[in-house]
C-alpha cells in the first residue's frame, strides 16, 4: 500500500483519498509544504440518513449498526499503520464538515484550498 502510495506521490500530481497518506506521505519524507491533507466529516445524524439512502437501509438501527462497524474499521486501520488515533488532527490541514453543503461546494472548497496553499490560479 505504502510503496504505490509514494510512487504516485512522487512521479505526479495526485489526489490520494485515505489509505493513511496523511500519515505515509510524511514518514517516507514528502514535505509538508507539497500536500495537503483534508479529512472529511459528518454529524452522525446525516451519515445515517445517507447510508439508510445509498444502501437503502429502512431500519435506522441496521444504518447505525453498519456506520458502527464501519467507524471501527477505519479507526483499526489508521491505528494499526500509523499508531495514532484516526480522530487526531496532527497531520490534517482541512477539516470539514460535508453536511455543511452539497458534494460539489465541499470539492470546490477543497479545491480552492488547494489552490491557495499551492499558490495555483
Do not use: Q
Not at 519524507?29 to 483534508?38: C, T, Y
Not at 486501520?77 to 488532527?89: A, D, I, L, V
Amino acid at each position: 500500500m505504502s510503496e504505490k502510495t509514494m510512487d504516485l506521490a512522487t512521479s505526479r500530481n495526485c489526489v490520494i483519498v485515505g489509505r493513511c497518506s496523511d500519515y505515509v506521505l510524511r514518514k517516507y519524507g514528502i514535505p509538508d509544504e507539497n500536500m495537503l491533507n483534508v479529512f472529511i466529516y459528518s454529524p452522525i445524524e446525516k451519515r445515517l440518513s445517507n447510508c439508510k439512502a445509498e444502501l437503502n437501509l429502512d431500519d435506522p438501527g441496521e444504518a447505525y449498526t453498519y456506520l458502527t462497524k464501519v467507524d471501527k474499521a477505519r479507526e483499526d486501520f489508521y491505528k494499526h499503520y500509523t499508531k495514532h488515533k484516526f480522530s487526531t488532527n496532527k497531520f490534517r490541514h482541512l477539516l470539514i464538515d460535508s453536511s455543511m453543503a452539497e458534494f460539489d461546494k465541499v470539492a470546490d472548497i477543497i479545491t480552492n484550498s488547494a489552490k491557495v496553499k499551492f499558490g495555483i490560479e
